[in-house]
């Protein structure tokens, strides 16, 4: 028997609970894990609650990020005693996830964990801090350097926001920090952010073509958000997509594309090829500063989990929510 987070499917919603579940009835997999720490994602709290359309199977474990130690093995790449990290591929939605004290999962899937990392840090980064990564990247891929000019990123204390603002910052961006919880100015300053403004200066309906300021953006938020980013993006610019706290409409036009030559580009960290993985999390080890990931982070246990999720959902968090499973 292990201890997980359960999600039942009944008539008047989705029904979270904490339970012990036979071992037997894990799914398939060619790598048995013993899972120490998980994380509380926005997609997690949206399955947790019901309130979004995440969970394709039912019934389900929920988390879709996971580390801790191989078990047993029958993949090639993976052993018994082998540490490492999980992001993604469906788990949690469509094949039982890692808010669980077991896990069956697909070797191919895996990512080891760096050396320089513990599993508690990897998960106080987790699919958030990946994404984060894979946006900067991105942006690095497509030119944008650090003497360009401001870098927006919007949902700052979110997850993904308080993870790009610390490393846009530490490669030399001059980084404006978009938030609806002006309270933590102080804490997004600590990130890295050079200033910082309230998300009501874009998350309303604007005008098509404003007035130029940024380089890049990295945006988590969508909707309106997102659209008067791509309205202020300067000539040239590049804005990066990677989430949708505000919603998943884009109220905008082609305007931006093709009288300043800006690009929108996405980030999909839940299918992300391996070698991208491993570049990203080999990246993470190196360039983040632990004091500060630890400024962001709060630790809570498994029980904890569905509380915190509506906390999650309704804007209660700040940073990163690591789970000692």
Known sequence: MFKALLLEKTDSGVLASVQAIDEARLPEGDVLASVTHSTLNYKD??????????????????????????????????????????????????????????????GDGLVKLPRTLTTRQAMALGTAGYTAMLAVMRLERLGVLADDGEVLVTGATGGVGSVATMLLSGLGHRVVA????????????????????????????????????????????????????????????????????????????????????VTLAGVDSVMAPLSLRRE??????QEVDRNLLEDMVEDIALDDCIERARDLMDGRVRGRLVVKV
């Open 178 to 261: 978009a938030t609806g919880k002006m309270a933590q100015a102080d804490y997004l300053m600590r990130m890295g952010a050079a200033e910082v403004i309230d998300r009501a200066e874009l998350s309303s309906p604007g005008k098509p073509f404003q007035k130029e300021r940024w380089t890049a953006v990295v945006d988590s938020v969508g909707s309106h958000t997102l659209a008067n980013a791509l309205a202020q993006t300067r000539r040239g610019g590049t804005v990066i997509a990677c989430g949708l706290a505000q919603g998943s409409d884009l109220p905008t036009t082609v305007m931006p594309f093709i009288l300043r030559g």
């Open 45 to 106: 709290a949206l399955a947790i609650t019901g309130r979004g359309p995440v969970v394709r199977s039912w019934p389900m474990v929920a988390g879709i990020d996971g580390a801790g130690t191989v078990l047993e093995s029958s993949h090639p790449g993976w052993q018994a005693g082998d540490s490492f990290i999980h992001n993604g591929w469906g788990l949690g939605e469509a094949r039982w996830g890692c808010l669980a004290e077991r896990a069956s999962l697909h």
């Open 280 to 285: 990203a999390w080999d990246r993470l080890a």
